[in-house]
C-alpha cells in the first residue's frame, strides 16, 4: 500500500530524495513523482472540468542534484495521464506560476521541483494553477488520488522544450523599464549601477544576467551564479548568517551601489545596501512597506507573527499604513491579505520575516525576483534625487537585543501537547503583573513588558509542521532578553516533555 501522507509539508510536498545523510532514508523516487504527475492531471480535469487531453501542464526544477530525475517522473506521469507538457528545465518557483499567465505559455498547470532552503538531499514538489498555489487540502486530496493504484499509465501525452525562463526574465525587465519610466526612454536605464547578485549557486543567477545586465547595470560582483546542487559555497538562504555574510562582502569590496541574494528557487528574496547594511527580516518588510505605501496610502500591510514592535510603529507612525500580524507560513499570510482585499480593505503586500513576499500587483506570488525588481525600480528612481533606499529606512527603530529559542517537543501528539502549552500560557499571562497580552494574537501567545530593564515582548507558538515550539524574544533593553527569559522560565518548568535546555542556558549563562 502506497503511503505518501507524510511527504506533506503544508501546501507542498517535500521528502528526502537521495542517500548522503545518516538516517534518513529516501522517501521521494522518480517513481513516486510519476504518480503526483498523473494524479495531477486527473485532479486538474476535475477542477478546470476540461479532459486530459485538452490539458497543458508545465515542469521545471531548481539547481538541486535529484531535480532531473524527478523532473523526469512528473513529466512521465503527466504524459500517462495524457497531458500536453512544457518541460522548462531550470526554473525558479515563481516563473512556474507565471508559466500559467504568460503569453505563449498560458498552461493549465504546473509543477515545480524543489524544497526551497533544505539541505541537498532533500527536493519536493510544488503545484500552480492559474488561481496560484495550491493549498492544503488541495494536497491532501491529490495524495489521495496518487495513493490509488490504478493510475493512467498511458495517456498517450506529449512533451516540448520550451525556454520559460528567458520569457519570465523578458517579462521583469519590462516591469523595470516601465517603473523605472526613465526620462531619456533608454534601453539600459540602470546604466551605471553596480549590482551585486548572490544566488547561492541555486536557480537565480537568471536574474543578474538576463534581467539585470540587459538593462545596464553592472554584475560583475555578483556570487554564485551558476546552479551547483551540492551548495559548495553556502546555503541559498536569505536567513542563513553565512549567506548574508557572503552577500555584504560582495557589495562592500566591489563598491556596489545594491546587493540582492536569494534563496535556492527564488521565491524569497533579501538584500544588501550601499553601506553594507542587511536589508532583510524586518528591515525588508519596513523598506517594502514604504514602497507600497507610497503607492497606496494608508493600506494594510500584513506580516508573519514575529515581527518586531519598531515596525508596526514604522508602520503605522511613520508610514500612515496598518500593519496586521498574522500566522506563520506564507500562504497563511498571502490569504490573510487575499480576504482584506476581498472585504474591501486594500492590502497590496503580503510578507514573512523569512523573506517571502507577495504583491497584490502580481498575483500575490511571493517572489523574491520581482520583489527584488522593484527594490531595483526604487533605488533608480531616488537616484535621481540623490537619495539612496537607506532613505527609505528614516525612523525605523531596532530592538537591543533578540533571540529565537526552539523546544522541541518529546512523545506522542506533539500537537495537542503544544496547543495545551499555549492555552495555560495565555490563561497563566493573564493573571501576572506587568505582562500585556497582544490584542492581536492569531497564533501562539505574544506578550509584551514595559518594565525598566526588560521593555520588550516574546512570542511562544507552536511550529507549523514539526514537533517544536520556538520562542521569540526581542528587547529595547541590553540584558532584557535574559530577564524576559527568566519571567517566562518559571511557567515552562512543569512541561517535562519539553526540552528546555536553551533556556535554562540563556538564563543562567
Known sequence: MKNYA??????DLRGVAMPGVAGEEVNLTSGIARDFGAAFVLWLAQTCGKPARDLTVAVGRD????????????????????????????????????????????????????????????????????????????????????????????????????????????????????????????????????????????????????????????????????????????????????AMRSITEAVVQNKCDLGLIFDTDVDRAGAVDAAGDELNRNRLIALMSAIVLEEDPGATIVTDSVTSSQLKDFIEGRLGGVHRRFKRGYKNVINESIRLNNEGISSPLAMETSGHGALRE????????????????????LRRQGKTLADLLDGLGEPAEATELRFRIAG?????????????????????????????????????????????????????????????IESDDAGGVKRIAAQLLPFLQPYDRLDLSSIRALVEG
Open 6 to 11: 507524510k511527504l506533506q509539508n503544508g501546501s
Open 362 to 381: 502580481n498575483y500575490f506570488l511571493d517572489d523574491g525576483a520581482y520583489l527584488s525588481a522593484k527594490l531595483v525600480v526604487k533605488a533608480a528612481r
Open 63 to 242: 539547481s538541486r542534484l535529484s531535480g532531473p530525475d524527478l523532473q523526469k517522473g512528473v513529466i512521465t506521469g503527466l504524459m500517462d495521464a495524457g497531458a500536453a507538457v512544457v518541460d522548462c528545465g531550470m526554473a525558479s518557483t515563481p516563473a512556474m506560476f507565471m508559466s500559467t499567465v504568460l503569453p505563449g505559455f498560458l498552461c493549465d498547470g504546473s509543477v515545480m521541483i524543489t524544497a526551497s532552503h533544505l539541505p541537498f538531499n532533500r527536493n519536493g514538489l510544488k503545484f500552480f494553477t492559474r488561481s496560484g498555489g495550491l493549498e492544503k487540502s488541495d494536497i491532501a486530496a491529490l495524495i489521495g488520488l496518487a495513493q490509488a493504484e490504478d493510475l493512467p499509465r498511458s495517456g498517450g501525452g506529449s512533451v516540448r522544450v520550451a525556454d520559460l525562463i528567458g520569457a519570465y526574465a523578458a517579462h521583469l525587465r519590462a516591469k523595470i523599464k516601465e517603473g523605472i519610466a526613465d526620462p531619456a526612454g533608454s534601453d539600459r536605464p540602470l546604466e551605471g549601477f553596480k549590482i551585486a547578485v548572490d544566488a547561492g549557486n541555486g536557480a537565480g543567477g537568471f536574474f543578474a544576467k538576463q534581467v539585470l545586465e540587459p538593462l545596464g547595470a553592472d554584475v560583475s560582483a555578483s556570487r554564485y551564479l551558476d546552479p551547483d546542487g551540492s551548495f559548495p559555497n553556502h546555503i541559498p538562504n536569505p536567513e542563513n548568517e553565512e
Open 412 to 472: 506522542e501528539n506533539f500537537g495537542d501537547y503544544g496547543r495545551g502549552v499555549v492555552d495555560a500560557l495565555m490563561a497563566y499571562a493573564a493573571k501576572q503583573p506587568g505582562w500585556h497580552i497582544a490584542p492581536d494574537n492569531h497564533e501562539g501567545v505574544r506578550v509584551s513588558f514595559d518594565a525598566p530593564g526588560m521593555r520588550g515582548w516574546l512570542l511562544l507558538r507552536l511550529s507549523l509542521h514539526d514537533p517544536i515550539m520556538p520562542l521569540n
